[in-house]
């Protein structure tokens, strides 16, 4: 069946170094590929998303790219701040298979410090 | 619009009663997702609606789980006879249909919190 494998955290960075949280995935067909963000407190948000290979989604200095031949999806960012630290959620939908549920990953916290 | 909600925001029961979740989607969606999230762990599928019609249901919805759209727009979650298992948060999201449907971005609620004694 359908999963996604993420990198364990937490990863501990010090502000404007650079982030890649690893996203790999297992899917039949065509998936589309999410990337999701729980702050503290707070429900989840869509950061980005791709919907085919080679697709880059992109959000707030956030990117990651639909790599069919590797199946990943990592996220990066070039320069994190300390408001970024929150939960990360890699996502995959196989909406054009018929199956509209999403499988998450596990999360990766993400911890910047000042 | 005020996004999706979901009530109670906190739930906590003693094991052996029953208790039901509501969730209200965006007006336009006419699907709903149940998740359900325990501490360090992902979301996990338990079932979707798309208007009322029940189209997937998850093998972690036990018999003791129920949920229902009537007329597809609130849904409702139900767990009878609770265990201490069944503590976890319970997310509901909801998504409306664009052309080929890849782009299935879904909105999440809040989240109810279930502890069960």
């Known amino acids: 069946g359908n999963s996604v494998t993420q990198m364990e955290g937490p990863v501990t960075l010090s502000e404007e170094a650079f982030l890649t949280i690893n996203c790999t995935y297992t899917?039949?067909?065509?998936?589309?590929l999410f990337w999701y963000v729980q702050y503290p407190g707070e429900g989840l948000q869509l950061l980005l998303k791709a919907t085919k290979a080679d697709d880059k989604g992109s959000n707030k200095g956030f990117e990651a790219t639909y790599r069919k031949e590797t199946t990943s999806f990592h996220l990066e960012k070039g320069s994190v701040q300390v408001s970024d630290s929150a939960v990360y959620f890699c996502?995959?939908?196989?909406?054009?298979?018929?199956?509209?549920?999403?499988?998450f990953g596990t999360g990766t916290r993400l911890k910047v410090l000042a | 619009d005020t996004g999706v909600s979901q009530n109670p925001r906190h739930k906590i029961t003693k094991r052996g009663q029953n208790v039901t979740f509501r969730c209200d989607p965006i007006s336009e969606h006419n699907r709903l997702y149940w998740y359900r999230q325990t501490l360090g762990q992902g979301p996990e599928f338990l079932t979707y609606?798309?208007?009322?019609?029940?189209?997937?249901k998850s093998r972690l919805l036990s018999d003791r789980f129920s949920a229902e759209r009537p007329k597809g727009s609130f849904s409702t979650l139900e767990i009878q006879r609770t265990e201490q298992g069944d503590s976890a948060m319970y997310l509901c999201?909801?998504?409306?249909?664009?052309?080929?449907?890849?782009?299935?971005?879904?909105?999440f609620g809040p989240g109810t919190r279930l502890t069960v004694l």
């Open positions: 999201a909801s998504s409306v249909t664009t052309g080929t449907g890849a782009d299935n971005e879904q909105f």
């Open positions: 996502a995959l939908s196989g909406a054009l298979s018929g199956t509209y549920k999403y499988i």
């Open positions: 609606f798309q208007n009322e019609a029940q189209l997937e």
């Open positions: 899917a039949t067909g065509y998936p589309s």
